[in-house]
Each structure stands twice: as C-alpha cells, then as structure tokens.
C-alpha cells in the first residue's frame, strides 16, 4: 500500500507539537451520556480524522473542541480541552475567540444567502466588525486556497446561493479560512460532494494542512487513509456512551490495528 | 421508424377527457339551476341561484368523473374544484369590493381640487368641485408614521426577543402580545382617551390616535415577525457563531438580513391592519375638517374618520366624496405596498 498522504511532507514543517488537546473529555445532552473520557491529541499542521459508526459522538467530540456544544440546550460537558496548553472552557476565555481560533466546516454547506459570494468569503470580518487592510486580496486568497477561486472569479457580485452544493461547500471553507484559524475543524465536509469536488475538497485539505491543524470527520476509509496522519476510532457499544477504540498513526490504525473492532471497521465489516 | 420527431405525451390534467367532463357538469348545473330556479324552487335572487348552481356544479361534476373513471378519482376532482372555486369566490370579492369603491368614488378624485382642498369651508351640500381630502389624507399618513415609528422598532425588537432569546419570560411575554392582538381597536382607543384625555388631561390630537394605532399595530407586527425569524436556518445561525461572532452579531448581520423580505411582510400587515381603522381614531383625535399638520395639537381628522363623517350625510356628493376618500386610501395602501417591497428587494452589496 502506498499512501502519499503517509510519504514525507513537501513542504518543511515547523516541529510537531500537540496543539489542542482533548483531556478526559465526557459529554452529555441532559442526562443521557454520549462521550466517554476521551482523551485525543491534534498535533500541529497535521490532518487528524475521526473515524467511527453513526451516533457515537464525532459530531459532539467536533463541536466540543470549538466550543459550540453549548450552544445547544441542555449539554453538558466534562474534562479539559488544551489549546497551546490552556483550556479553552477557562472561565476567563471568551467563546468567541475560542471560535475565531478553532474554525468549523459543517456537513450541510451553510453560505449566507443574503450576502455575494465575496461578502460570504469575508463574513467572518463582516459580521463581528472588524477590519482588514486589503479585502480583495483576502477574498482572492481565500478562494484560491480553498480551490474556488477559478470558477467564481467573475461573480464575487452574485449571491452565494446561485453555486452549486460543491462549490457552496468549498465557498463555506474559503470562509472559515478567512478568519486565519489555528485548527479548522470539518465535520464530514463530503459527504453531499460528488467525487470531483470531493478530490477538490481534499486536495485543499492537504494544502491547507502546512499552516492549519485539521480535524475531520469522515465515514469514508480511503478518504481518511488518503488525506490523514493521524486518526482515532469512536465506537459507542449498546447503550454505552462513545469512546476511543484506538488511535495513532493513521497507517498503522488501517494495516495493523490492535483492537478487533478496528480491524473489522476499517475493513467494512460493520458500521 | 415511420414518425421523423417523437411525439410529446402529454401529460397534465387538461385532455380531452376532463374537458368534457367539465362542459358535461357545466352545461348540466346551468340547465339545471335555470329550470329550478325559473319554475320550482323559490329562488329568486342572483345570488342564491349561483351558490345553487355551484353545488349543482361540484355534485355533477364528481358524477361525471366517477362514472366514466373511480370514486377515488372523484374525490379527488371534487376536492380541487371546491378548492378552485373557494379561491375564485375570494378574488372575487376582492375585485367586488374595490371595483364598487372605483365606480362610486371616481367622479370625486377626478377632481384636482380633491386633492388639494380641505373641507373646511365646504358644506356636505357644496358640488365635487369644491373641497377635498387633503387635511385626512395628511392626518393618516401622519398618525400611521408615527405608529408605524413606535411599534416597528418595538416590535421587531420584541420580536427577536421572543425567537433569539427566549426562555421562560419570553412564554409570559407571548402570551401578553396574543392577548394584545385579541383586543378590539375601540379598547385601544378608549384605553388611550381614559389615560392620555380623561387622566393625564391632554387633549385629543393626531398624537394620541397614533398611540392607539400603534397598540393595535404592536402585536400584528411582533408575531409575524417572530415566525418570520423562526424560518431562518439554524445552520446559518451555526455558521455565524463558528465564525466567532457573538449573538447580537448573528441577530444583526445574518439572522435579520435573511430575514429581511419576510420582516417587510410583517411590518406591511401591521400598517395593513390599522390604516383603516376608524373606531380608535374616532375616540382620540377628535375632529376638524381644517387641515392641521400638527399632530402633537389639536384635533386632527383622518381618511377613515373622513369617510366616516361624510358617508353619514344623505346627500349624494358628500357620501361621492366619502367614496373618493375611500378610493383615496386605497391608493395609499398600494403605493405604500409597492414602496415597501421594492425596498425590502434582496439588494446586494
Ligand atoms: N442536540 C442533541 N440532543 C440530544 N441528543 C443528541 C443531540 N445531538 C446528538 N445527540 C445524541 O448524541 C449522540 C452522538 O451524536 P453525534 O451527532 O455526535 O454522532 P456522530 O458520531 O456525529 O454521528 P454521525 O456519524 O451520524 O454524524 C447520538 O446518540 C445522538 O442521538
Ligand atoms: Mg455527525
């Protein structure tokens, strides 16, 4: 097997560190427990996937690390999340720059259909008021680096809501990388994707990955094989709450797991 | 192959088939309710005789379509003509009511004093040649603007409140407002001529009509606007928050901006529900037939208490002119309707 996301990096990378570290993390929504001590490592300008069967947490692990578990009604939560070694739920730390740091890639592409394709690229600056030097140049970037630029340079003006899902979904993440976060997290930024775009999606998260941590969930193998370094197994059993099987080396979780429900996962046997 | 281009298949309601069954059911009802109608039943009056033949209509109608398809069919039918009907009947009132008012009212606003003039030193006897509408027509605009300026603000305000923030209070809140929306405008008006006239001893001005509008305008404005806000995504509400912006931030730059078109609705219905309204008026801002700019002073007449007023007389050109104001304030409503959702158009940056 060989896997070019596995092969030396192109460009030098600064030394890995742990970035954002999840610490004996639980989860609730009202009484009933979803996540269980799950204590997980996103390591710098590295691609972390999260792996695991549908209902055991990876949406909540995701929303957890950037803060927007609370948003929802009656969660709850348990642990530290580190990031650069201090914990983002410190009273002292505002949500909002817990955010602005941790970006986040939804599922369902989400542009603001009130605004142009350029003002949905520089919402996040928009919205919260603040200013840059050079907007164009921002939104350019942005679009490039997020693979969209090309086919939307003759119509920053229209409304977002005129692109296609996948070009809706890589203008969502030409969006979160506007605002220069640290981490961007992606919770199953393919799944509505067709395989081109799919490939487009993943060419940028390989890119992208030089100067960002990402963190993606996926229900797809080969994607996970193909564009992480390190990945994690959530599996939650019958009535239990989610935790983590296994983690490590994205190649050594595919070829060489230690837990057998790894090994039956990876290879499609259940889930 | 035979046939050069495919031959498109139809595929929609209107073959031959339905056709025929429409005539069939059509011409039937017709024979049927003019033969009952000129012989039999006691039924003498247009009216009477078109809800008969409309039942007759449906009845044979889903007949028709059962003998020559099924019952299931038929029902079907049936159900989409009485829907049909049930909406033409609608528009047809509608145009009922605004033609009358047209051909009632046009001789008056054909003339230009009728929009110039007041009727001040007009008597209810004088020709259309003389007095107009004037003073009411600047009174309504005045009073409903000032209504207008204090319960839109509120009520989109509360109107956030009720959908973004919620919690317990905001169930009390709900409920007041239904019950605001329940109260009939004479109460409004005699809630604000008790406090502001009888209590705080002002007298009664265009000022004090506004205030009772403005109640009567408050809780039309909130719901609405609150079900227009609850349409927006919460995904879009998601993404903002996930950009790091903080609540008022999503309300002010994506929850309203999306919901900007359906905002205009709610504002338009809230204007729609009291530009007419004559018995809060009626009570709070007395009446002159001067023409007085001023709502803080002094009685201020308006185009309902306008109508009110002439259509009273039993002389032929004041209830004309009492059409024409009529005519007058339905044109208001149109070309405010029309501004409002020109404005409200999705305009990007
Ligand atoms: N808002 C909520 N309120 C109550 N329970 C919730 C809520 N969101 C998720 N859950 C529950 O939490 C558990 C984990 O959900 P989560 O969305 O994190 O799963 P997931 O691993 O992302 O699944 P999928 O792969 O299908 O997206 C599920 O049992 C789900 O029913
Ligand atoms: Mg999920």
């Not at chain 1, 957890?64 to 983002?88: C, K, T, Y």
């Not at chain 2, 950009?243 to 999306?258: E, N």
Request: proline content about 5%; charged content about 20%.
């Amino acid at each position: 097997m060989n896997e070019p996301a596995l092969l030396a990096p192109v460009t030098p990378r600064t030394a890995v560190r742990p970035h954002l570290v999840a610490d004996q993390v639980s989860a609730w929504f009202g009484d009933h427990q979803v996540l269980e001590d799950i204590t997980l490592t996103v390591h710098n300008s590295t691609v972390t996937a999260l792996i695991g069967p549908s209902g055991c947490g990876k949406s909540t692990f995701l929303r957890i690390l950037n803060r927007m578990h609370e948003m929802v009604p009656g969660a709850s939560l348990a642990g530290r999340v580190l990031l650069d070694g201090e914990d983002i739920y410190e009273r002292r730390v505002r949500p909002t720059d817990v955010r602005r740091t941790v970006g986040m890639v939804f599922q369902k592409a989400n542009p603001f259909p009130a605004m142009s394709i350029a003002d949905n690229v520089v919402a996040g600056l928009l919205i919260t008021g603040r200013k840059t030097a050079d907007k164009d140049a921002l939104i350019e970037r942005s679009l490039r680096r997020a693979g969209l630029w090309k086919e939307v340079e003759n119509r920053l003006r229209t409304p977002a809501g005129t692109l296609s899902g996948g070009q809706q979904q890589r203008l969502c993440i030409a969006r979160a990388l506007a605002v220069d976060p640290e981490v961007l997290l992606m919770d199953e930024p393919c799944s509505a994707l067709d395989p081109t775009s799919t490939r487009r999606v993943e060419e940028t998260i390989s890119e992208i990955s030089h100067e960002v941590s990402v963190v993606i969930v996926t229900h797809n193998m080969q994607q996970a094989a193909r564009v992480s370094q390190r990945c994690a197994f959530f599996l939650a059993e019958d009535g239990e709450p989610g935790r983590i099987v296994e983690q490590g080396q994205t190649y050594g979780v595919f070829n060489s797991p230690t837990d057998p429900r790894t090994a039956d996962y990876v290879a499609g046997r259940f889930g | 192959m035979t046939a050069p281009t495919a031959r498109r298949r139809r595929t929609d309601r209107w073959n031959a088939d339905t056709v025929s069954q429409l005539v069939a059911a059509g011409v039937g009802a017709v024979s049927l309710t003019w033969v009952l109608s000129a012989r039999v039943l006691p039924i003498g009056r247009v009216a009477e005789a078109a809800l008969f033949g409309m039942v007759t209509f449906v009845v044979l109608y889903g007949v028709c379509v059962a003998s020559s398809d099924s019952w299931f069919a038929a029902r079907d039918r049936v159900a989409a003509a009485l829907f049909t009907i049930a909406g033409l009947l609608l528009f047809a009132a509608l145009v009922a009511v605004v033609s009358f008012t047209a051909v009632r009212g046009y001789q008056a606003v054909l003339h230009i004093n009728f929009w110039t003039e007041t009727t001040a030193t007009t008597g209810p006897a004088d020709p259309l040649t003389k007095g107009g509408v004037l003073a009411a027509l600047v009174g309504t605009l005045e009073q409903v603007g000032i209504a207008a300026l204090v319960s839109v603000p509120l009520g989109l305000a509360t109107a956030v409140y009720l959908n973004e923030v919620g919690g317990r209070l905001a169930r009390t809140v709900r409920t007041v407002i239904d019950a605001m929306s329940a109260v009939p405008g004479i109460v409004a008006g005699l809630f604000v001529f008790a406090v502001a006239v009888l209590t705080l001893g002002y007298s009664r001005s265009g000022l004090a009509a506004a205030i009772a509008l403005a109640i009567e305008m408050l809780p039309v404005v909130t719901r609405t606007g609150e079900v227009v806000l609850r349409l927006v995504p919460e995904p879009l509400r998601e993404a903002a928050y996930a950009l790091g912006s903080t609540q008022w931030q999503t309300v002010r730059k994506v929850v309203l901006p999306t919901a900007r078109t359906g905002l205009v609705t709610a504002v338009l219905l809230g204007v729609a529900r009291v530009i007419g309204e004559t018995a809060p008026v009626l009570l709070t801002s007395g009446f002159t037939a001067e023409l007085n700019a001023d709502p803080a002073h002094g009685p201020q007449v308006s185009l309902p208490l306008f109508i009110f007023t002439e259509v009273r007389f039993p002389l032929d050109h004041a209830i004309s002119r009492a059409f024409g104001a009529a005519l007058v304030l339905l044109t208001v409503v149109i070309v405010l309707f029309t501004a409002a959702r020109l404005l409200g158009r999705k305009k990007l940056s």
